[in-house]
């Protein structure tokens, strides 16, 4: 399942979903072909989770990866949507979303489910100017708000919405990649911005301010894999997630350097990117999506219908109710991955 795809994953990625312009970085796949490897695990990195990026600093999973003979791919995500893009592509085995993104995807049919659990993040909030005159999420109405759909900052803004008694309707949403959306506030193109970190962070640092906030409003970071890649290659995920659990282990016992590797490939200032790590992203939590997983996920699910993303309450219900996968969650042991 995994050898043909290679050529093929290679050219989606880099042309038909545009995953960025560091799509490919660290990429072991040209290695694969001169060492006679025949399987490749292709697997995303993002900013927005951490994990994954001491995960490619360390070279933990590729070295596991080698000694099963297969090489690892990494492929850059830009935000949840495109992560789940390349998913349904079948352009990456595991992509790392927010929960409430699996969520949507699945509902719509992508044939996901979450495997583990990389963060309990505050990573999620409406950001303004340095110089806005906007005090409240009510204050929004009749403004034009930066969001990129299908990912947390766009279901956190319709909770927020929802809350000050507002709705999209009420709003000129621009669909913006998380990024560009920080440089439409920073350019006076839209009122307000729903923010994610670590972008957000920079860009407080900056000057922008953070109008509204709401740990609750914010869902897990979900690592998700295609049912083909679990079914037919389960020990495989079960290398990933014992990879994720070294990690896990490793950043809440160095947070410094955990900051310093994000800040490094996020091209961020170390003071920044420490806040991220340190006072916006919950890394010690438990690997398995279980029942808190779910409940949050409940929580936004009639806001996916609302919201028109997904066409009824059915198709909701039942991917919430298949989801979750938690055969390697429940069993990781990172003592299985070797490194320092």
Not at 153 to 166: I, K, N, R, S, T
Not at 316 to 336: C, E, G, H, M, R
Request: with cysteine; net charge negative.
């Amino acid at each position: 399942m995994l050898s043909h795809r290679f050529t093929r994953r290679t050219a989606l990625s880099a042309a038909a979903l545009m995953l960025g312009t560091a799509a490919l970085t660290g990429c072991a796949g040209e290695n694969a072909a001169a060492s006679g490897s025949d399987k490749t695990l292709s697997i995303d990195y993002a900013t927005y989770n951490p994990l994954s990026l001491v995960i490619k600093e360390k070279g933990w999973l590729d070295e596991a990866a080698k000694e099963q003979g297969v090489s690892v791919e990494w492929i850059q995500s830009a935000g949840s949507n495109k992560a789940n893009e390349a998913l349904r592509a079948d352009a990456v085995d595991v992509g790392s979303t927010a929960g409430s993104a699996a969520l949507l995807a699945r509902s719509n049919g992508s044939p996901i489910k979450t495997i583990d659990l990389y963060s309990q993040p505050e990573w999620s909030a409406l950001v303004v100017g340095k110089d806005s005159k906007i005090s409240s999420v009510k204050d929004l109405k009749g403004k034009t708000v930066a969001a990129t759909k299908g990912t947390d900052p766009y279901f956190f803004l319709l909770q927020a919405l929802e809350e000050a008694g507002l709705s999209e309707e009420d709003i000129t949403l621009q669909n913006l990649q998380h990024a560009d959306g920080r440089t439409a506030l920073a350019n006076d193109s839209v009122d307000a911005w729903s923010g994610l970190d670590p972008i957000m962070a920079a860009a407080e640092q900056d000057g922008a301010k953070l109008l509204y906030r709401n740990l609750d409003f914010n869902t897990y970071g979900a690592l998700n894999a295609r049912e083909d890649f679990i079914e037919q290659s389960p020990e495989l995920a079960q290398l990933v997630v014992d990879s994720y659990e070294k990690a896990r282990e490793w950043a809440v016992d160095h947070p410094e350097e955990t900051a310093e590797i994000l800040a490094d490939v996020a091209g961020l200032e170390p003071k920044v990117a420490s806040t991220v790590i340190e006072e916006r992203s919950n890394l010690d939590v438990p690997a398995t999506p279980g029942a808190d997983y779910t409940k949050v996920l409940g929580a936004i699910a009639p806001t996916l219908v609302a919201s028109g993303d997904v066409s009824k309450q059915e198709s909701v219900d039942n991917a919430l109710a298949t989801i979750v996968d938690d055969q390697f969650a429940s069993k990781a042991d990172a003592s299985k991955i070797s490194g320092e």
